[in-house]
């Protein structure tokens, strides 16, 4: 857009030089030219506009394309499911592949709408159901209280100067860095030793405790101004009214963000889990889904889409927020 | 008695108390077993507790599975990263721009952060099998089929899913720091004659630096995190050019081997306090402070 907005410039320096060499230019005439010009430069600014739209839209699509997919595909009869992808997921008790139908088949639009998948998933079959449960159990309390114990380590960090506190804090976020592949066998450690492996405890502390929302936390309420604190003060309010009436309402918005994260993330999770628990019956759907078999992939669908719909309601609750969380998170607003 | 209480109350409502419950399950899930950890990886095995140096450290190092790992993470992350971040800068600098619907744009970028990589896991398998989607593409067009999940081109598979997911996040990130760089600099650019690529070279970038270091430090973290994926789209024992890290740890774990599991987490910490070490160097050179203390 902008070297366009250039060039004109460039004409019209050129015509202002042109202009003592003619002078049967009229001005009648200049003026036209400066709306031809003016014209000309309007439609390249639209042509690019609207070439910048479908760009964006076909990436939008492509970002969208994977969940759409597997929406639309939650509503097809198993039928049309094993006859579209029977290809792919068709496998004989040894593990090995049989190709039933050579090609695959993904569409969009289901031949006939059915809820079947949906009605097998809720009423007939109580494993998905309880796998579900499962994960609601486990992240829960880990949002919950993740983020009642990071608010009040945040609060902590934010009011206490110097430097025992500042290299407390520069171990928390060493260790929010620190990723999975590490954490997770001091974790067990631990968990050994406190006899808690196989018990939904093995997931719930090491959560709790996680050092990931007390580094934004506190990055935000250090912004605070000073002067806010000093005015609780002075009202009368101690620390503990400061921070359940004052700090913590201002910041409510990066506490959503880190809710959101933290629900995603855990959601999502698979690591702990697989090492934690000996017992597959306790594993979360995101395991489980994975362990589907070539029979069920209809549902598995279905499945698929349930499972999400919690963290997309949770985005769309919160997206405002987390759009300012993330990009504050990134230093970059204040 | 009295004065007991009056230092109890006095310890409660010190600003440093609110750091208590989160101090202790820091120190008891995180600090401590690291420290007995560490302690771990120097001994022979921790029934008999016999101290036996650096021994394990050169086991590790020199068990082919670790050296699979280790390549195979290292060239995942040196691939995926760039790209995740070049691609993000590219997505944010289109958004930037006056463009109708933006927030709808930047929504369904950022939804794939959002849905549980479980979920979409199957459409991916659709895709990419020997029998897959694409593959029949491929096929239509006169080429060998080539079998994504079972060869050295899952990576590329890996690779896009990672883009996929990660992508929305850093793009909000560099959209927020775009908003931030100050209009009267680029417009004394404009003026000056610059160009969009100058002007986007010498005034932008200069703003962005501090965001282009956070997002490349997110995106390595988030990179080691790719496990998961692989695990979903391939099960326990994936193809040998997916075998990451964190499957090398899941079968020492199964193998109850805690002193190469020890050893081999203290490397890995060792590699990530270089990288965060260096990122703060950067963060610290560019004129701002990563901890804001």
Redesign the interface.
Known sequence: MRPEKKKTDNKHTENIKNEPAKPAQTEEEIKREAIEIEKRRLRKKRFSMTWRVVVALMIALVFLAPIVFTMANSFMSSAEISSNYGSIFQKTDTGGKVYIGKTVNLKLIPDMVSFSQYFTVLFKSPDYLLKFWNSVILVVPIVVFQLVVASLASYGFTRTKGKISAIIFFVYVILMMMPNQVTLVPNYIVLQKLNMLNTNMAIWFPGIFSPFSVYLITKYMRRIPKSIFEAARIDGAGEWRTFLFVCAPIAKGIITTCGILIFVDYWNMVEQPLLFFTDPDKYPLSIFLSKINAGEVGLAFAVAVIYMVPSILYFLYGEEALVDGVAFAGGVKG | MRKFTNILKKIK???????V???A??L???????I??VY?SFLDNPIRKEFIGFENYKTVLTNRAFQTAVNNTFLFTVFAVPMAVILGLL?AL??D?????KS????????????????????????F?Y???VN?YIEAHGLERVDFLKSSYGMIVVVILFL?KN???IM??F???LG?VPEDGLEVA?LE?A??WQ?FWYVKIRYLS??IV??T?LSM?NS??I??EI??LT?EYPFGAMYM??HY??NT?ASAD?QK??T??VY??LV??VI?GLLLFAEYHFG?D????
């Open positions: 409502s010190h600003p440093a108390f609110f750091l419950p989160s101090l399950g820091m008891v899930f995180f600090v401590i077993p690291y007995i950890m771990y997505l289109l958004l721009q006056k463009i109708p619907g709808f744009f930047r929504s369904s970028m950022l939804t794939p952060l959002m849905v549980p990589t479980a979920s979409v896991v199957l459409i991916f398998q659709v895709l099998d029998n897959g989607v029949k996929w992508l929305g996040y909000v990130l959209l927020a720091a931030n404009r004659g160009n969009v002007v501090p965001t956070f997002t430090m973290i080691f995190k496990f998961r695990y979903l099960g890290l964190q740890m899941n774990f805690y599991l020890s081999a987490a890995m910490s990530m306090v965060i701002r990563f901890e804001e203390s």
